[in-house]
């Protein structure tokens, strides 16, 4: 009885269903919508799995391409991507660690100043999963991976709001919401750089700025468009006769690059409809459930909660970052080691975001320079990340965004230390 | 009737504006679809009433629905006001 239970609970997708249904129950909903919720969240996990299938086909020939012409391991940060593709190893560990991670996060606003609770349900996921694959890649398991893994989560849930959150009161003027989006030390770093070179300069928005880079908001187009871009450099670098023999199987090289591209960003959509199911009832549960227990918490949302008050920032803070990514993959290959490319959704939603921090705190100039600098910061940290990924160190995309990063080498490197 | 809230991803903002449509809709007692969605996938799915903030909304025009603009998605009052007179063009309220 107990080895079938423990069987039952071992697959991902049913743990994630009893997240969802002990959030559901805990609400006291009515048995049609409870039934529903726990389907529709383990329908979003298999969704996401099979995005995660199509996504590795079109990474599998991207990497020979650009190691056939470049002679470099060319690596896309993607969180979406590498969460996917780890769930399939770490899912189990993942699911727990989430869910308790939530738990602590109310703890932490419950019993201390913190009372921040972070609702950006996607993020949270991709740091479970980060977390959980750096603790197994240093042996960790069972009760202990679980509970340290959930500290750490729920933590940084309520601790990265609460560092931003001085700098969004300057933007959106009040004290009652906050910013939940875990790229927030990129985002504090830009604030901090505004500070410094803004002296004197401009609020973005007092110029008039063409709008027409808005169509790139849109995920799937943004992605398929860059990644056209990075295939078809990586397809004539590598040359037609090397994909039409080794790859394509006799289709066209530049075809069979864009059509990649475009199975990527299909992948990416994939995942992306997977994780919106899941999350469709554990976030609202978490919700509801916060803000019952700590009457005056403060809900930490996703980046784009800051788009609406800087909207040339936005365009600058992503063309900057952009350039920043660029300038760093130039650095990245003149050192020989692991490429990062710059990957339009990391410096889009990344970018975007330090901009509106730059011109917060430091204007025009603020808002320019503390986006390039976050885009050479989200560049680098992949680089040093991947090694304590473990296995998941090989993957050809990696997790993109600042604290990620951070996180990930302070604690791959710290447990390292204390392995020893 | 179906309402489609919007964002870049279709799983942050957008998701956190579908509560707040939810809770004004329970005050209201009126009984509809609310749903949220990314760009590319609002285009294909039919809906009466689109909501998204400024920065995005004009994309969402010609889908055949009316479009709520949003200045500021966590204002509560903003977005119970446009949705009132939004439903009550719409015959709804």
Known sequence: MLKVLLDILSVPAILIGVVALIGLLVQRKSTPEVLSGTLKSILGFVILGGGATILVGSLNNFSPMIQQGFGFQGVVPNNEAITALALKTYGTQTAIIMGLGMVVNILIARFTKLKYIFLTGHHTLFMACMVAAILIA?????????????????????????????TMRKITGQDDVAFGHFGTIGYVISAWIGKLVGKGSKSTE???????????????????????????????????????????????????ALLQAIGFAAGVYIILAGVRLLLGEIVPAFKGIAEKLVPNSKPALDCPIVFPYAQNAVIIGFLSSFIGGVVGMFVLISLKTTVILPGLIPHFFCGATAGVFGNATGGKRGAVVGAFVNGLIITFLPVLLLPVLGELGFSNTTFGDADFGVVGILLGNLLKLFGN | MKILVCCGNGIGSSFMIEMNVKKILKEMKVDLDVDHADLTSAKSAKADIYIATRDIATQLEGLGGEVVTLNNMIDFKELKTKLQSVLTQLKVL
């Open chain 1, 138 to 166: 240093n042996g960790f398991d069972g009760v202990g991976l679980v509970i340290l893994g959930s500290l750490i989560v729920g933590l940084l849930m309520a601790l990265m709001p609460a560092i931003a959150q001085p």
């Open chain 1, 206 to 256: 007092d110029i008039d700025f063409p709008k027409g880079l808005m169509f790139l908001r849109d995920t799937s187009v943004a992605i398929a468009l860059t990644m056209g871009i990075i295939y078809l450099i990586a397809a004539l670098a590598a040359g037609s006769t090397f994909v039409e023999t080794q790859l394509s199987g006799g289709q066209n090289y530049i075809i069979f």
